[in-house]
């Protein structure tokens, strides 16, 4: 009861306080490529993290081993106090616990808008049909697809399917959300729509993990930047700090570029 009472939400960054995820001096090898160098990150509850960097720096690596869809050579990895699952039922859990939405939108393209907010709360949460429809109509009314939900995803726009894929992970009521560059694949018309949908997601408390190029996104929503080149966390700061003064010369490289 005490659990419930507690609203991240109603406290804000004031309860950001607690590790949430925490790397601890990660390595990761592809053969003879050591992708993931010494990754050391502890990402808050509440928190929201963008992780840049030039491409090929390791951002969507380091995103999969949080889900346990890369292993890990060594360190460790822990999700609210608890180590990653090897396999199993736990593991299934661990993926619904993180939230993971990709620049491809993954949808199932054989069901419906509904059932593809539905599937992982039945199946994996065991959530009986009513409830999951319920959940998933509220769900699909927040990102603002409410209308499409009988819909095909083929039918829809990338950036309603993409919300939809936001609502999919949001159904299985994660602890934190990644999101590996999930604007990158949409038309521009239809970027700010997602970016917006994350931005109150962002406002009411989800702790979000966001590879993204959007510097605007950055900005206004990151608590903190991390800054990835070669496999390594080369810099963390606030964002007004990074972009205005960057310490490292690989940071003012890349911003000369893209800024
Ligand atoms: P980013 O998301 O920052 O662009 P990635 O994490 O996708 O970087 O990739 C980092 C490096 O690892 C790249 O050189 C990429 O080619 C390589 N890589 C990624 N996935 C694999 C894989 N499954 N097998 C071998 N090399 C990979
Ligand atoms: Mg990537």
């Known amino acids: 009861m005490s659990e419930v009472s507690v609203t991240k939400n109603a406290e804000g960054p004031a309860h950001a306080g607690d590790q949430l995820v925490v790397l601890d001096n990660v390595n990761k090898h592809f053969g003879a490529l050591h992708v993931l160098q010494d990754i050391d990150l502890t990402i808050n509850r509440g928190e929201v993290v ?53 620049q491809s939108f993954n949808l199932f393209a054989h069901k419906t808008v509904l059932e593809n907010v539905m599937l992982g709360q039945t199946k994996v949460r065991k959530t009986d049909k009513a409830a999951a429809e319920q959940k998933a109509r509220a769900l699909l009314d927040r990102v603002g697809v409410g209308t499409q939900a009988d819909k095909y995803p083929a039918q829809l726009s990338g950036g309603q399917q993409q919300r939809v894929a936001i609502a999919r992970a949001l159904a299985m009521d994660p602890k934190v959300m990644l999101f590996d560059e999930p604007t990158s694949a949409l038309d521009p018309e239809m970027i700010n729509e997602v970016l917006d949908t994350m931005q109150q997601l962002a406002r009411d408390g989800m702790t979000m993990v966001v590879v993204t190029h959007e510097m605007g996104f950055a900005r206004s929503a990151a608590n903190r930047v991390v800054f990835m080149a070669d496999g390594r966390i080369i810099e963390e700061a606030e964002p007004n700090q990074f972009f205005n003064n960057p310490r490292s010369d690989r940071a003012k490289d890349f911003l000369s570029k893209i800024l």
């Open 50 to 102: 963008v992780v840049i960097g030039p491409s090929g720096s390791g951002k969507s690596t380091l995103c999969r081993t949080i889900n346990r869809l890369e292993t890990i050579d060594s360190g460790s990895i822990t999700i609210d106090g608890k180590p990653l699952p090897q396999e199993g039922r736990e593991l299934a859990k661990l993926r619904a616990d993180v939230g993971m939405v990709f």
